[in-house]
């Protein structure tokens, strides 16, 4: 436990508190400020994948002709700020606050997979839990705060600011932490997907699947009759079942990674089942969200492990993952869901993320051929 308490340690727990704080403003509050400014659903599908869709190009662009340097990520983190600043005065403006979102997708995509190769590096698999937990503490918090104090769309980007701007600041001092020799764009051209693209199609499938739960869950909760603030318990309950399992799952982790996953996604078509079946349930949906210790927290610690395993170029591999998954899953997913949102919204759910689990099950068949 001596580990936790290093400065190396107490930086990622700040940086991952407050970075987790802007995903959940952005993600649990900002979509019903645009409908309470006029944008319709479509609309706001179309706005949340913008910010994915800048991850999933990213690493292209960093594979042939940019290194993920301290530079690139210090300016990246500035970027974010500034970005937030942005939206103020671009809100009330589909075109304008579309391309916000655009350059402020683009410079999150960087920060992450930078600070989760330094942590992954330097922390054993169970006391990485135990240190990434803490974003899940600033995404609880916010969420309870903020369902009960928001009142108007210029309060949610007052908090979206403030937390953006104490990101920049602990993200910063975690550059002189960063030992990874930093490859040529060359050698880093090398980086295959195709050998393991079962996997990543995985991947994509998992996180198109949380596009209704991500954009619109607020949304379809309080359509059938839960407050707002029942509904920001609902996100925080997840967390806490999230940080319950971060904390233990260490001795999890030394087992098949590839079956933990497999399980995760099964558990996860079962919980998006939930949600259409029992929409105005207050019990079965928090019985739902308690599922998101698994869907979430086991399944990405697993799955950013299991890549970094594979690939010998850790920082693009884990911008690839964020690429896929939370860039191209979760623009398709936003786009998707935005179309059908509905009554069989979580259906489609449901039924999209069964069908990453059989792409798994490729993917197993395929590495044991290999």
């Keep these: 436990m001596r580990v936790l308490l290093t400065p190396l340690a107490l930086l990622l727990s700040a940086f991952y508190f407050f970075y987790f704080a802007l995903v959940g403003v952005y993600v649990i509050f900002m979509p019903k400020v645009l ?6 659903p479509f609309e706001v ?5 913008a910010a994915p ?7 292209f662009i960093f594979r042939h002709f940019i290194a993920l340097t301290p530079k690139v990520y210090v300016g990246a983190l500035i970027v974010t700020a500034l970005t937030t600043l942005l939206f103020w005065g671009t809100i009330t403006h589909f075109s304008l606050y579309l391309c916000a979102n655009l350059i402020f997708g683009a410079s999150m995509g960087i ?37 009960k104090v928001l009142h108007s769309p210029q309060e949610a980007l007052y908090y979206l600011s403030a937390v953006t701007f104490l990101t920049m600041l602990f993200g910063t001092l975690l550059v002189r932490y960063d030992r990874t020799q930093h490859t040529s764009v060359q050698e880093d051209a090398t980086f295959s997907l195709a050998r393991y693209w079962a996997f990543w199609v995985s991947v994509f499938l998992m996180q198109v699947g949380f596009g209704g739960f991500y954009n619109f869950f ?32 260490g001795p999890l982790l030394q087992r098949n990674l590839l079956r933990i996953l497999q399980f995760a996604t099964l558990v996860t078509a079962g919980r998006w089942m939930m949600l259409y079946l029992f929409p105005d349930s207050v019990l079965l949906t928090f019985a739902s969200q308690s599922l998101h210790a ?25 911008q690839f993952f964020l690429g896929i998954a939370f ?23 449901s039924s999209i993320t069964l069908m990453a689990f059989a792409v798994l099950l490729i993917h197993q068949r395929r590495k044991e051929l290999q």
């Design 35 to 40: 409908l309470d400014v006029g944008y319709d």
């Design 45 to 49: 599908g179309v706005i949340y994948a």
């Design 53 to 59: 869709f800048m991850r999933f190009l990213l690493p």
């Design 111 to 147: 920060t992450l997979p930078y600070v989760e190769t330094i942590a992954l590096a330097a922390l054993s698999k169970s006391h990485y839990g135990k240190v990434r937990l803490w974003g899940s503490l600033g995404f609880m918090g916010i969420a309870l705060w903020l369902g």
């Design 218 to 249: 607020t949304i379809y909760e309080t359509s059938h009759g839960i407050s707002l603030e029942m509904t920001s318990w609902m996100w925080s309950f997840g967390v806490i079942c999230e940080i319950v399992m971060l904390y233990f799952q």
């Design 294 to 318: 698994v869907s979430f927290a086991l399944y990405h610690t697993a799955a950013i492990t299991y890549v970094f395993s594979l690939y010998t170029q850790k920082k693009l591999a884990q």
């Design 327 to 349: 860039g191209l899953g979760g623009s398709v997913g936003a786009v998707l869901s935005g179309r059908i949102y509905g009554e069989y919204l979580f259906l489609v759910e």
